[in-house]
Each structure stands twice: as C-alpha cells, then as structure tokens.
C-alpha cells in the first residue's frame, strides 16, 4: 500500500520554472536579510565560539598558551575555566577559524550559524507533516511559512542562545533530522549523517534508539560508519588526542560543567535542582531514563507506523536530551520541531479536543522557552533584574526546571496521541 499521508490537502502539481525560480529567490532573500539583521545582535565574541577558536589555534600552533587539545582550560571567564570537551573531529570541523583573528573568526561563525538556522527551518518545513505536503511546492505558502517560521524560531531561546554562544546545535539537529526525519529513511547511505554529528558531539549516537527500535540495521550500520570516518579521519591528523579522548576524556564528565547548573535541563539536572540527596540522583536518573526511552521507542514506533517519522526523530531527540548526564539550555534547538510535531495527524478532521490540546502545550513552550530558565524564574519570584546565574534559592532553581517539565509533557503527547493514519513499512 502506498505510504499515508498525513495531511489533508492534496498533492499539489510541479511549479513552473518561473515560480520555482522566484520562490527560490525569495528563500534566499529572506535568509539574507535574517543573517543580516541576526548578525548584528551581538559584537563579543560567544564563550563556546572562544573555545573553538583557541582549539583551532592549537592546530595551528598559535595557541599562546597551550600546544595540547584537551588541555584543563583554554579559555577563562571569571572563576570558570573552558576546555574544550568535544571529540578530535570537532577541532578539525573548527581548524578554518585558527587562521583568523577573533573578531574575523567570530564575524564568519555568526553569518554561517545564521544561515543554519535558515537551513534548519527549511528541513523542519519540508519534513514535518503539517508542512511537507506543499513546502517547496507552492511558492506563496512556502515563502509565507518559511518567514514565519524564521521568526518562531528566533523567538525560541535555545536557537538565539546557541547563536551567541557561537554552538553546533543547529548544525547537529540539520544532520540528524536530515538523515533520519524522510519518510524513505533507511535505504543507503542512512544513518551517515547521523553518525558524523556523533563524532562531532557524542551525544547524538543517542539518536541510535530511532532506527533500533524500527530494526533499521542498515541504519545503524551507516550511523557506525559515520563515527568511524570521523574518528579514523581525526587519528590521522591527531592521533595522541583521539587515544587520549576516548580512553579518558570522554568519560571525564566533570569537565563539561556542573550538573546541578539551572543551565542543566535533563533529568539528572533536574533531580538536582529539586535538593534530592546525592545518593538517590543516580538511581533515580538512572530509573526515570529507562522510564523516558521506554515512552520514547513506544511514540517512535507508533509515529513511524503512522507514516510520521518526522515525529518519531522529534521523540528521539527528547529522549537523547533527556537523558543525557547534562543538556544545556542552548543544546534544546529540538523544541522547534517539536512545536511543528504538535499538529494533529489530519488537521481538517482532527476533533476540538486534540487541537486544544496542541494548542496549549505549543502556547506552553513558547512561554516557557522564551528565555533563560533562571531570569524567568527569578522574574517570576519577583526580581525584575535578574540576570543569568548558574545557582540560587532552592526555589528558583525548582522553578527553573519548568521548561523541561513542559517539554516533557509535549513529548508525552506527541509519542501517545491518537494516531489516523494507514501504517507504512516501519
């Protein structure tokens, strides 16, 4: 049987070459001016983007402090040292920006993670249900959402955050939802890009739950390949630091930050910053994540059945955020297709009660992912000058754990709500 379709309207026929040239023109034109006007919010330099730069300098031999990759710190902001914590694939991705001053260096990473966001927009539009029916294919609503769009996503305090920390998470969630998000996933070639944002940042080989739970092997075949090439890749320019990451580095945790940050929005975060005793976080975060990938390969494969694998990703990044020992605030970029995973299978035909339901958890994590978990909670307290802080009283930082409470619930809804459509091959 043919794959469901999930959306209502009708297939609409082929653009003429006008209008796929003129849509075009405008796609381009509205990135344009969003990387133009985005790249002047903020002169200084990101935090993290000083991290890459100083890697990228060791490279180059002109770090003038260290010649070593995972030295203890290579950056320092106050009281707190940065080192660099990603594997040796990442300092080479990096290794362009070494040959540039600071300003230069940071200048270019502004203008190319604008234009990710750009491109990350456009993958959430042509894959999601709502969307991918018409997306690329009527020009009027296709410009029409893809400006929207842009600025929903700029309204979402993890994309606009990643963007002046000078992240990857937006590079990282394009691979994987990509790779993973088509409906004729799991053919050759599957998996790959998957696997290059794993030797990126390890955290996405999470993402190995999806085709493990639809018995995609292909697929985890190309996700293993994908590491590889990475990781064979760096041992050839850095074979000391590649020994050294993944036989000490990548299980040095502590290196990446405190756990108990208000900035921690993953379980084990979570549990921290509700005052549990430190002997129960462990078994509890431990416990509620076996609980999390359970949920989450159940809405995966019903999403994947319903002919929604744009779902089934979604579901897969909340549970990798979830569980993993921290998810920073900024490392959240997955709320914006999750607001998209929110629509109901049909729209026309969904009842009142499914779209109110949509409704209110898309208004809550507009809310909610508006801005930094600790200036909102402290807002809410009452301090109206609040600023980002890492700690506080017990009360702002139960109260920051709020956005991801809400995430979870969204992620609860989309992996168990009515599902209408006809099931396609898994």
Do not use: C
């Amino acid at each position: 049987m043919p794959p469901a379709v999930l959306a209502d309207e009708s297939s609409p026929s082929a653009p003429s070459v006008l209008q796929r040239l003129l849509m075009w023109a405008g796609l381009l034109i509205f990135t344009a001016v969003f990387i133009l006007v985005v790249h002047s919010q903020r002169e200084a330099p990101g935090l993290d983007m000083q991290v890459y730069w100083r890697a990228a300098q060791i490279l180059h031999g002109q770090n003038p402090t260290t010649d070593y990759l995972y030295a203890p710190s290579l950056v320092e902001a106050g009281k707190i040292e940065l080192p660099f914590t990603y594997p040796p694939a990442a300092a080479i991705l990096f290794h362009p920006l070494g040959a540039m001053s600071l300003e230069s260096a940071w200048s270019v990473l502004k203008a190319v993670n604008a234009g990710l966001i750009g491109v990350f927009v456009g993958v959430v539009l042509r894959l999601a249900p709502i969307s991918r029916g018409w997306f690329l294919l009527r020009p009027v609503p296709t410009l029409l959402a893809y400006a929207t769009a842009l600025g929903l996503a700029w309204h979402l305090y993890p994309v606009w955050f990643t963007f002046i920390f000078g992240q990857i998470n937006v590079l990282l969630a394009v691979l994987i939802l990509a790779d993973l998000g088509r409906r004729r996933s799991g053919g050759a070639g599957s998996g790959v890009l998957t696997g290059l944002a794993a030797g990126l940042k390890i955290t996405p080989a999470a993402m190995g739950l999806v085709p493990l739970v639809l018995g995609r092997w292909q697929t985890i075949i190309g996700m293993v390949l994908g590491v590889l090439i990475t990781v064979l890749g760096a041992a050839v320019v850095l074979p000391r630091e590649v020994l050294d990451y993944f036989t000490h580095q990548l299980f040095s945790t502590d290196r990446v930050g405190d756990a108990g940050r208000i900035s921690n929005q993953s379980l084990n975060g979570m549990l921290h910053l509700w005052g549990l005793p430190d002997a129960l976080v462990t078994p509890l975060w431990l416990l509620l994540s076996v609980a999390v990938i359970m949920l989450g390969g159940l809405g995966i494969r019903r999403a994947a059945r319903a002919g929604d694998p744009f779902s089934a990703v979604v579901l897969g990044a909340l549970v990798m955020l979830l569980i993993s020992p921290i998810s920073w605030e900024h490392h959240w970029v997955w709320v914006l297709p999750l607001l998209f995973a929110l629509v109901p299978d049909r729209p026309r035909s969904a009842p009142p009660a499914e779209w109110a339901a949509a409704a209110v958890l898309a208004l809550m994590i507009l809310v909610a992912f508006s801005d930094n978990p600790s200036v909102m909670a402290a807002e809410y307290l009452g301090d109206r000058g609040a600023d980002v802080v890492f700690n506080g009283p017990p009360a702002l930082e139960r109260l920051g754990t709020v956005p991801l409470l809400v995430s979870m619930a969204a992620g609860a809804w989309v992996a168990l709500r009515p599902r209408r459509a006809s099931a396609e091959d898994a």
